[in-house]
């Protein structure tokens, strides 16, 4: 399975200001989506990052809080603005390595706290 | 919507026993079931998955079974270990989704020496 790395692992933010979280994976993928897990929860789709357009968000997820950038097959950036204490949480990227397989593999994660 | 339901939310075992988890989902669509285990602080692991057109996968001591008509598909996990202490999350990718998944709340596995 493809290697995929997060930068940065962890980070402290003070409310009202914006972190920009990268995913990079080590050889050319199929899909790259954003999760967002908060503390004890299950895995939550942000959205999906499409490569050379603008991302699919899901459901309560919009463009203005969450924007997403994907300009190859290899890197994606999701970009946490005007941030408060209830954006405290791991934000995963995960990846679809093949078209032909639905596999789907994440990232190590971006713990995230809001102060 | 689309939904999946898992059960239980937390799962106690002593070492040695079978393990078995549940998940249902709502859309008869629904093509592919992967399993991921998450230990604390590390990211989501998968550990198996099956496809709609088969009933059955196994995989040395887990193995997972699908029933379409049900809409239901099951993790069992043989001769468990502590180090199969985790969280296991079930999804699903729904019919028409594009490799999108839907996961289920979790359970907590805690395997007893």
């Known amino acids: 399975s493809a290697v995929i790395s997060q930068k940065p692992s962890r980070d402290i933010c003070q409310r009202g200001t914006s972190l920009t979280i990268q995913c990079q994976v080590d050889s050319q993928v199929t899909m790259m989506f954003w999760y967002r897990q908060q503390p004890g929860q299950s895995l939550t789709l942000i959205a999906t990052?499409?490569?050379?357009?603008?991302?699919?968000?899901e459901s309560g997820f919009v463009i203005d809080k969450f924007p997403i950038s994907r300009p190859n097959l290899t890197f994606s950036t999701l970009t946490v603005s005007n941030m408060s204490p209830e954006d405290s949480s791991i934000y995963l990227c995960s990846v679809v390595s093949s078209p032909i397989s639905y596999e789907q593999y994440f990232g190590p994660g971006t713990r995230l706290t809001v102060t | 919507g689309e939904n999946v339901e898992q059960h239980p939310s937390t799962l106690s075992v002593q070492e040695g026993d079978s393990a078995v988890i549940k998940c249902t989902y709502s859309d008869s669509a629904s093509n592919y079931f992967p399993w991921y285990k998450q230990e604390l602080g590390k990211r989501p692991q998968l550990i198996i998955d099956?496809?709609?057109?088969?009933g059955e996968k196994k995989d040395q001591r887990i193995a997972v079974t699908l029933n379409k008509t049900a809409k239901h598909f099951s993790l069992h996990i043989t001769e468990t270990q502590p180090e199969d202490s985790a969280v296991y999350f079930c999804a699903a990718k729904f019919g028409g989704s594009n490799y999108k998944l839907t996961f289920g709340k979790g359970t907590l596995l805690t395997v007893n020496p």
């Open positions: 990052a499409n490569q050379g357009s603008e991302a699919t968000y």
């Open positions: 099956i496809r709609s057109n088969v």
